[in-house]
């Protein structure tokens, strides 16, 4: 099928967008601990772009079909060049946190902020239901390699420290600046899509049009209360948090830590084909609750593991597994719902997570500066499989139509 321009505008932004994510979430944490900060501050900080990833998010649920798609995604793209900035310019702790805030910084190493909500929402218009899981496995591997990529140039600042001849400090500035000039290009590509990924016409949306029906209300309220519970767990994972550990546990520096999360990257983009060959089988549901549950059995054992390789190997195997929820996720919530209410369901589902994401760093900071350097591990692997078994429970019998034969 070939492939539709808004779909590849989309693609071609989201890639560029996950590029500076995924350089950041390698060397963010390590860089603040450069410049002198605690891990509790760095969890501070990464909280902090989370905090302000959440409200954009929260925002996009009610107001992004009234604004306009591709104004709100324009919007979203120059604000992300704030969190770069932020880093490029100042390492005064009060100045970090406000532009990160502003500008969505995302320590977690994966893109799972406003932008990506409304994205999840526009993509399943431009394909027909039986391709749905394929066009959104599809983005989120494009997601993943530019994220990819992105640990890979996590060896940028190395390289700048020797072309340009500057500190080391000044080297990860630049780098910094480099995600800024990330977003505004996304920016620019958002601003050649057509007004067919618009839900508003006119000047204005009937009270009819824009109606959430009271099912529909209870579906998006359980899915977004079990997904913030997901992304508690997630939340004290981040790839900053994660790098922080390798760093610490084994010395491993940061032109060694980037090769390890490209590859850890690829592994993510790889799986989503196969979720979306699964999900065809055994159904989304299933392949959700089944793939996730042991991605998290094996992070739980990354901490026991007796050497580097060890480690490595059982956070390859986790990675293999752990995003196959993604695509068969967000192609049940956007499935169990009307098209009108897409941006409803997938902006506030995003949101609970981009709430609990935030919330949780702070905490795997304390934890990891105060408890054991582990710790953020074993919780966030106990959380997500409690996450699982209730969302088991609570939707195995509501079917996407596709199922429902």
């Not at 390289?159 to 505004?184: E, I, K």
């Not at 006119?202 to 959430?212: G, M, N, P, V, W």
Request: aromatic residues 10%; contains cysteine; hydrophobic residues 55%.
């Amino acid at each position: 099928m070939p492939l539709n321009r808004n779909l590849a505008l989309i693609y071609g932004a989201a890639f560029l967008r996950a590029l500076g994510v995924g350089m950041t979430g390698v060397i963010l944490g390590i860089y603040l601990s450069r410049v002198g900060f605690s891990a509790t501050l760095i969890g501070v900080v990464i909280a902090s772009g989370l905090a302000g990833s959440a409200l954009a998010t929260l925002i996009v649920s009610f107001r992004a079909d009234r604004l306009g798609r591709r104004r709100t995604l324009i919007s979203l793209s120059l604000l992300m060049s704030l969190g770069g900035l932020a880093l490029a310019l100042t390492t005064a702790l009060p100045s970090i946190l406000l532009l990160s805030f502003l500008g969505m910084l995302n320590g977690m190493g994966r893109d799972r902020g406003a932008a990506f909500a409304l994205e999840q929402a526009i993509i399943p218009e431009t394909a027909p239901a039986e391709r749905r899981t394929w066009a959104l496995a599809w983005y989120n591997l494009v997601l993943d390699g530019g994220h990819a990529v992105g640990a890979l140039a996590s060896a940028i600042p190395f390289l700048f420290r020797s072309m340009l001849d500057v500190n080391l400090l000044a080297s990860y500035q630049f780098t910094f600046g480099l995600h800024a000039v990330l977003g505004v290009v996304s920016a620019v590509l958002y601003a050649f899509l057509s007004r067919q990924i618009e839900v508003v016409k006119t000047t204005s949306l009937s009270k009819e049009a824009t109606k959430i029906s009271p099912e529909s209300k209870r579906i998006v309220a359980r899915l977004a209360a079990l997904s913030g519970l997901d992304s508690l767990g997630g939340g004290f994972l981040t790839s900053a948090l994660i790098a922080y550990w390798f760093f610490r546990r084994f010395g491993v520096a940061e032109e060694s830590l980037g090769p390890l999360f490209f590859v850890l990257r690829l592994a993510n983009a790889g799986s989503y084909l196969v979720a979306a060959w699964l999900a065809r089988r055994i159904g989304l549901l299933n392949t959700m609750v089944f793939t996730h549950i042991p991605s998290s059995l094996f992070l739980i054992a990354v901490p026991f593991a007796p050497s580097f390789a060890w480690a490595v190997a059982m956070l390859l195997a986790r990675e293999c597994l752990v995003e196959m929820d993604v695509p068969t996720r967000q192609s049940y919530i956007v499935a169990v719902v009307g098209p009108q209410e897409r941006t409803f369901a997938s902006g506030m589902t995003n949101v609970t997570r981009n709430i609990a994401w935030a919330t949780a760093p702070s905490f795997a900071g304390y934890f990891m500066q105060h408890l054991a350097l582990a710790s953020p591990l074993f919780l966030g692997g106990g959380i997500k499989i409690t996450y699982d078994l209730l969302l088991y429970i609570a939707f195995r019998r509501v079917k996407p139509p596709e199922e429902q034969s």
